[in-house]
Every structure is written in C-alpha cells, then in structure tokens.
C-alpha cells in the first residue's frame, strides 16, 4: 500500500532523483513547496514517486520500475501529464500499462565548456529602436497583461506573484518600445540543491530568427557565470539545441518525456495543436518571398541578407517543429488508424513549404 511523503520529509527521498535528467526542474519544484511526494515504505522504499502541482502535472518516478504495486503508483497520474523516469526498464514497464504511451524529446546540454569571454562576445549592440532590460516587477506585471509567452505566464503563476517571480529569479528582456519581444530567465531556487540553475528563454513569434534569444541568453549566463553558478540547458527541440550551442554548450544527450492519453490523437486535435503555427509559417514564407523580391533588384547588403537568412531558418524552424511532433506521435502509434493518412497528407504539406525554404536559400544565399 502505497502513503503519501510528509513534506518535511521529502528531501530525504531526493537521492533517488540523483541520475535523473530533469532533476534541476524537481529541485525548482521542491524549492517551492509545489510537491506531493509518495511511496510504499518510507523507511525501505521499493518505489518513489514526486508530483509537482499546480499547472501542468509533472511526475517523476525512481525505484524499482517491475514493482508488484506500481499500478497504484500509476493510477494517481493523471492523464497528458509529464512523466520523468530514469531508465529504459521503466520506460517498457510504463508501455504496458497504457495503450496510448507518448513522449516529447528533450536534450541535455553540458555547460562545462562554456566560457565568460566567448559569452561577451555575443553581447553585441541590439537594432535601433530595442533595448535590453533587467526583468523586474514592472515587466513581470507586463508579461501577464501582454500574454507573452504562455510558457511564462504559467511561470509567473507557479511563483505565485509576479514580485515572487522576480525576486525567486534573474532574467534580462528585450523591448521594443513597451513591447517584449524576448525574455531569458534563471531560477535560483534550485541553487542550494542541484548547484545549478535552469534557464528558460522565449521569443515573441514576429521576432524569431532576428538574433534576440542569443542576447538575452548570453546576458543571462554572463551573470550567473560571474555569480559561479552553472547555468543549466535542457532543450525542448532542435532550435533550442541549435542556440545553446552557439552559445557554448556542449555534449548533446537526448532523453523523453513521457505522457499518456485515453484516446488516441486525431487530426482534429493535430490542426488544433498546429494550425495557428503553420498559418504563421505561410505568412512569414510570403513575406521573405516578397522582401526578397523587392531588393534582389538594388542587390542585398550584407546586413540585409543576414537579416533574411534569420528570418528564413527561424521560419524553417517552425516547421520543422510540426513536422517532428507528427513523425512522433505516428511512431509511437498514437494515432487513431482512420486518422493516419490524413496526418501524412498534412506531414506532406509540412515539407512542401520545408522544400520551397531550401530553395530560397540555394537560390539567394
């Protein structure tokens, strides 16, 4: 029989999270008191489970994964949430409980090569018209009453307040005029239990591929390498891989995500998912075509066609995301089987607009 983990007691299970990939995101977790931890013997446990609320579940599993009660373990997770394990035996122990088992892909990054004088390097002047800024309350308030970045709304929320938020984190933004484009953030929450802290960066969609993730990023690590505290990356896709090696970091090591589902994905739920994203890639593919259009004439400067060549691989991007989440979710077979020519036939849609990005940059760059 499975009980819950008094809370004043949930540091002694940490050991068991120790390999675990995503254990700087526990740690910020278990700073903030936002875990609910069980087992079934507190004294000699065979299994352990921590489960960080509010929001979006995430649960992380340790122990022995061929339990004779994980069952109960797994019956207190609920449906599409996270699940962190640390093994190959718990990932086929977790197929056979659920017919629809999907994953997300995450890469670590190491920092141990990451260097301060290579990160000032980076720091160069922004365009006219932007400026950096140290996150405080003001742009906090101004993240929830802009709705940028839901990842950072939701973060706010965790905190419980935007002054929280600030004083629990370091984080440098990027505006123009009153409107962020781009934020990078560092908890340092997790500093006493992990040494490190996680680092979080989004952009606003209009100013992807224009070099302002790089900024604020590098502002971001130069403070926290200058604090002596390691700035830790996990990748939630190829972009993000991309940045944080040029930024530095080293020695990609793919993991998962896991999660569950009652039913199967659908195309419904696929053009719900994605449609705003691909609608998004086609206006940006139309605008690169057409500004590429307007200036072949004149001939492209070389600050012109840098600024192009951003745009064009932040778009590429994009879709490069929609088509890995559909190659996924059909690898992992959790497509209801009427539904899977259509994921195909939108997959095809997908490369097409890849194909004519591939050909934009043979052709101009």
């Not at 990160?119 to 309350?137: H, Y």
Request: aromatic residues 12%.
């Amino acid at each position: 029989m499975i009980q819950q983990i008094p809370k004043k007691q949930l540091m002694d299970f940490w050991p068991f999270f120790e390999g675990n990939k995503m254990r700087n995101s526990l740690a910020f977790s278990l700073s903030l008191s936002h875990v609910k931890g069980f087992t079934d013997d507190l004294e000699n446990p065979d299994v352990v489970m921590f489960l960080c609320q509010p929001g979006h579940v995430t649960c992380y599993l340790a122990g022995n994964s061929k339990a004779e009660n994980l069952k109960e373990f797994l019956e207190k997770i609920p449906e599409k949430a996270w699940i962190s394990i640390p093994s190959q035996e718990w990932e086929l122990s977790l197929k056979t409980q659920w017919t629809y088992f999907g994953y997300s892909p995450r890469t670590e990054l190491s920092a141990k090569n990451l260097s301060l004088q290579s990160i000032k390097r980076l720091l160069i002047s922004l365009p006219e018209g932007f400026q950096m800024k140290r996150v405080d309350i003001e742009v906090a308030k101004q993240v929830l009453s802009q709705n940028f970045s839901d990842h950072f709304v939701w973060a706010i929320n965790y905190f419980g307040s935007p002054e929280r938020f600030v004083e629990e984190g370091v984080g440098f933004c990027i505006q123009e005029g009153e409107k962020i484009v781009c934020i990078a953030m560092g908890y340092t929450t997790s500093v006493p239990i992990t040494q490190s802290c996680e680092i979080d960066i989004a952009t606003h969609t209009d100013y992807r591929g224009r070099g302002f993730a790089t900024l604020a990023s590098a502002k971001v690590i130069e403070y926290f390498l200058e604090k002596g505290i390691e700035p830790h990356w996990d990748a939630a896709n190829p972009l993000s891989v991309k940045l944080a090696e040029k930024l530095g970091y080293t020695d990609p090591e793919p993991h998962k995500f896991y999660y569950w589902l009652k039913s199967p994905w659908t195309i419904s739920k696929l053009k719900e998912a994605f449609d705003p994203q691909f609608e998004k890639g086609l206006e940006n593919v139309s605008s690169v075509k057409s500004e590429i259009g307007s200036v072949m004439s004149k001939g492209l400067t070389k600050k012109g066609k840098k600024s192009l060549l951003s745009r064009l691989t932040g778009t590429r991007g994009i879709f490069e995301l929609i088509l890995t989440e559909i190659n996924r979710v059909l690898e992992t077979k959790i497509v209801a089987e009427s539904d899977i020519p259509q994921f195909k036939e939108y997959g095809e849609k997908v490369k097409q607009q890849l194909d004519t990005l591939d050909q934009l940059k043979n052709d101009h760059f």
